[in-house]
């Protein structure tokens, strides 16, 4: 991502510290003085993105998502309080190789940027922050009762237009359950696309929401203030609901000043100032992500056209498995399938273009399953992986087929479940219904549209077709956790889902799968709509096997293994 001179890139860090072994994810941009930016809850790293454009030709800005938000792991720990969030960004600012930065922060962002400072002085130069709050005794009660309520998914989907709903009226009150005229806030209603947006957010801290959100609750921020060492500004807009707290922190030591700015661009402007006054030294290159022993850990793989999110374990000697999901999937929706592979293979789960924390590499106009190959491809050869083995689940195995078929060598044994394969008619049939449109509505119904659509998808194939004929046969699989993911995925990418749901219908899996050279094991569920087909279609071919996998995808790994190792 690019704007003028400034290009941001995403990046991870992993740590071994206090709070566990665990993996920040961060947007860096520039090369000047070091700044870090800590986000408002529940964002992300997202909301900087038009200020890292803006700062980054002064600054090398570096905006990590908080433990918890966005990308980033949550820190390990029970009752963490804000001191420990402030000790996780020293820990970061440590992992980094930086020896001295400038802070800034917004919202929960500002309480984490200023007890850092007061934290950590040796590695601040000077602290920026805008909307700060100093809650007293009373507030912080009745907000850390109230205002947080668990987030668990429903199996109705209810908990997303309850999500909607607080979200939306978050921006009418504040606090967002006190419906009083004293709790109304004069703010115009943002569009459905921009509430989207924060609905977003939300999802991708879960019930992890609720950790720095409360921290800032319970902060003591007129303290902490009080206790800073480095050059400072506290301030907020006037229209801020934060902007009249300012009055009850104490005087403030020298060199530190605390005052309401009269807009929101002049707030920026004076942080921005104390930041350019105070500079830090040039931070040193972002180093690459370090393994994590016994788990799944991350790193952004640059390749033509932007940066591609891969999940990867190294333990084990061998071929790279690689495990690929399928249309409205990423990394987290095969997690378990990876995981069950964790000390037999080294394992790799890319996200495809345009899915969850992936660029879209691709560029606009129709996708096909070549075109996810070729990105495949560019991965494998960024990571030096010259032969691998590959376990794809429904379309994401037509991509490593057709990556086995093209590119002979690079894969050595394949498992599929769930192949998809379909005659003309039923391709008709599947490209006009399947993948409707989620248009974001200003009451919040396309949530529910794309829950019960997904959801559906365990009881009935096609989804739409919903009748005694359509149901599919054995045990259900409709955990509400598995449901809820895979809905997330789909708002996240809300042109490529659809898109690669049409690459993958097109695909004649089960015609291709005659030119692959390679051991091809046809793995399904008892409940997967291809059972039969695979069934059919390995007793045709002499490279091909069939295998009645378990329930539970966290098991399937296991039950491979064999396979893999050519031992079935």
Same mark, same amino acid.
């Given at each position: 991502?690019?704007?003028?001179?400034?290009?941001?890139?995403?990046?991870?860090?992993?740590?071994?510290?206090?709070?566990?072994?665990?993996?920040?994810?961060?947007?860096?941009?520039?090369?000047?003085?070091?700044?870090?930016?800590?986000?408002?809850?529940?964002?992300?790293?997202?909301?900087?993105?038009?200020?890292?454009?803006?700062?980054?030709?002064?600054?090398?800005?570096?905006?990590?998502?908080?433990?918890?938000?966005?990308?980033?792991?949550?820190?390990?720990?029970?009752?963490?309080?804000?001191?420990?969030?402030?000790?996780?960004?020293?820990?970061?600012?440590?992992?980094?190789?930086?020896?001295?930065?400038?802070?800034?922060?917004?919202?929960?962002?500002?309480?984490?940027?200023?007890?850092?400072?007061?934290?950590?002085?040796?590695?601040?130069?000077?602290?920026?922050?805008?909307?700060?709050?100093?809650?007293?005794?009373?507030?912080?009660?009745?907000?850390?009762?109230?205002?947080?309520?668990?987030?668990?998914?429903?199996?109705?989907?209810?908990?997303?237009?309850?999500?909607?709903?607080?979200?939306?009226?978050?921006?009418?009150?504040?606090?967002?359950?006190?419906?009083?005229?004293?709790?109304?806030?004069?703010?115009?209603?943002?569009?459905?696309?921009?509430?989207?947006?924060?609905?977003?957010?939300?999802?991708?801290?879960?019930?992890?929401?609720?950790?720095?959100?409360?921290?800032?609750?319970?902060?003591?921020?007129?303290?902490?203030?009080?206790?800073?060492?480095?050059?400072?500004?506290?301030?907020?807009?006037?229209?801020?609901?934060?902007?009249?707290?300012?009055?009850?922190?104490?005087?403030?030591?020298?060199?530190?000043?605390?005052?309401?700015?009269?807009?929101?661009?002049?707030?920026?402007?004076?942080?921005?100032?104390?930041?350019?006054?105070?500079?830090?030294?040039?931070?040193?290159?972002?180093?690459?992500?370090?393994?994590?022993?016994?788990?799944?850990?991350?790193?952004?793989?640059?390749?033509?056209?932007?940066?591609?999110?891969?999940?990867?374990?190294? /333990? %084990?000697? $061998?071929?790279?498995? *690689?495990?690929?999901?399928?249309?409205? +999937?990423? &990394?987290?929706?095969?997690?378990? !399938? #990876?995981?069950?592979?964790?000390?037999?293979?080294?394992?790799?789960?890319?996200?495809?273009?345009?899915?969850?924390?992936?660029?879209?590499?691709?560029?606009?106009?129709?996708?096909?399953?070549?075109?996810?190959?070729?990105?495949?491809?560019?991965?494998? /050869? %960024?990571? $030096?992986?010259?032969? *691998?083995?590959?376990?794809?689940?429904? +379309?994401? &195995?037509?991509?490593?087929?057709? !990556? #086995?078929?093209?590119?002979?060598?690079?894969?050595?044994?394949?498992?599929?479940?769930?192949?998809?394969?379909?005659?003309?008619?039923?391709?008709?049939?599947?490209?006009?219904?399947?993948?409707?449109?989620?248009?974001?509505?200003?009451?919040?119904?396309?949530?529910?549209?794309?829950?019960?659509?997904?959801?559906?998808?365990?009881?009935?194939?096609?989804?739409?077709?919903?009748?005694?004929?359509?149901?599919?046969?054995?045990?259900?699989?409709?955990?509400?956790?598995?449901?809820?993911?895979?809905?997330?995925?789909?708002?996240?990418?809300?042109?490529?889902?659809?898109?690669?749901?049409?690459?993958?219908?097109?695909?004649?899996?089960?015609?291709?799968?005659?030119?692959?050279?390679?051991?091809?094991?046809?793995?399904?569920?008892?409940?997967?709509?291809?059972?039969?087909?695979?069934?059919?279609?390995?007793?045709?071919?002499?490279?091909?096997?069939?295998?009645?996998?378990?329930?539970?995808?966290?098991?399937?790994?296991?039950?491979?293994?064999?396979?893999?190792?050519?031992?079935?």
């Amino acid at each position: 991502m690019s704007d003028g001179n400034v290009t941001i890139t995403r990046h991870f860090v992993s740590i071994r510290g206090r709070y566990g072994e665990r993996q920040v994810h961060y947007r860096r941009a520039g090369d000047g003085p070091s700044l870090v930016l800590l986000h408002q809850s529940p964002q992300s790293s997202l909301e900087y993105v038009p200020l890292m454009k803006k700062w980054g030709r002064h600054f090398t800005v570096i905006a990590p998502d908080t433990p918890g938000y966005g990308a980033s792991d949550p820190a390990e720990g029970e009752d963490l309080t804000m001191a420990d969030f402030a000790d996780c960004v020293a820990e970061f600012i440590r992992a980094l190789g930086i020896s001295k930065t400038g802070l800034y922060g917004f919202h929960t962002g500002a309480a984490m940027s200023v007890e850092t400072a007061a934290r950590h002085p040796d590695l601040v130069t000077a602290v920026a922050v805008n909307g700060y709050g100093a809650f007293n005794d009373e507030e912080q009660a009745e907000l850390l009762a109230n205002y947080l309520p668990p987030f668990v998914p429903a199996w109705d989907g209810s908990h997303l237009t309850w999500l909607w709903s607080r979200l939306r009226q978050q921006l009418m009150f504040f606090p967002w359950y006190d419906l009083s005229a004293a709790a109304r806030m004069s703010y115009d209603l943002p569009s459905a696309d921009h509430l989207q947006r924060e609905v977003l957010e939300f999802l991708r801290a879960g019930d992890n929401y609720r950790k720095a959100y409360g921290c800032a609750f319970s902060h003591d921020g007129a303290e902490a203030v009080v206790e800073l060492k480095v050059p400072g500004l506290v301030t907020a807009w006037v229209g801020d609901v934060l902007a009249s707290q300012l009055e009850r922190i104490p005087p403030p030591p020298d060199g530190v000043e605390v005052y309401p700015s009269p807009t929101p661009q002049s707030a920026l402007e004076d942080c921005f100032r104390l930041l350019a006054a105070n500079p830090a030294p040039v931070p040193p290159a972002s180093p690459p992500a370090q393994a994590l022993d016994g788990r799944l850990w991350s790193e952004m793989v640059s390749i033509p056209g932007g940066q591609v999110r891969v999940y990867r374990n190294t /333990d %084990a000697d $061998g071929t790279t498995v *690689v495990v690929q999901h399928d249309a409205a +999937g990423s &990394g987290r929706t095969v997690q378990g !399938l #990876a995981e069950s592979l964790i000390g037999t293979h080294p394992v790799l789960a890319v996200e495809l273009p345009g899915h969850a924390d992936s660029d879209n590499t691709i560029g606009e106009g129709d996708v096909s399953v070549a075109d996810y190959r070729d990105a495949l491809v560019q991965v494998l /050869d %960024a990571l $030096g992986l010259e032969q *691998v083995n590959g376990y794809g689940v429904w +379309g994401g &195995g037509s991509v490593l087929l057709d !990556l #086995a078929i093209e590119n002979t060598g690079r894969i050595g044994r394949l498992v599929i479940t769930g192949l998809i394969d379909h005659t003309e008619e039923e391709q008709a049939d599947l490209l006009a219904n399947y993948t409707p449109e989620i248009v974001p509505q200003w009451h919040g119904g396309h949530l529910l549209e794309a829950w019960h659509m997904m959801r559906d998808q365990g009881i009935y194939f096609p989804w739409y077709s919903r009748t005694a004929e359509s149901m599919l046969k054995g045990e259900p699989y409709l955990d509400p956790g598995m449901v809820h993911r895979r809905v997330v995925e789909v708002l996240r990418a809300p042109v490529m889902w659809r898109k690669a749901y049409h690459a993958h219908f097109r695909y004649r899996a089960g015609q291709r799968l005659a030119e692959a050279g390679i051991p091809v094991l046809l793995a399904t569920a008892e409940w997967d709509v291809a059972r039969q087909l695979s069934e059919r279609l390995a007793g045709e071919h002499a490279h091909c096997d069939a295998l009645l996998l378990p329930d539970n995808p966290a098991d399937w790994g296991t039950a491979v293994t064999p396979f893999f190792e050519g031992d079935a």
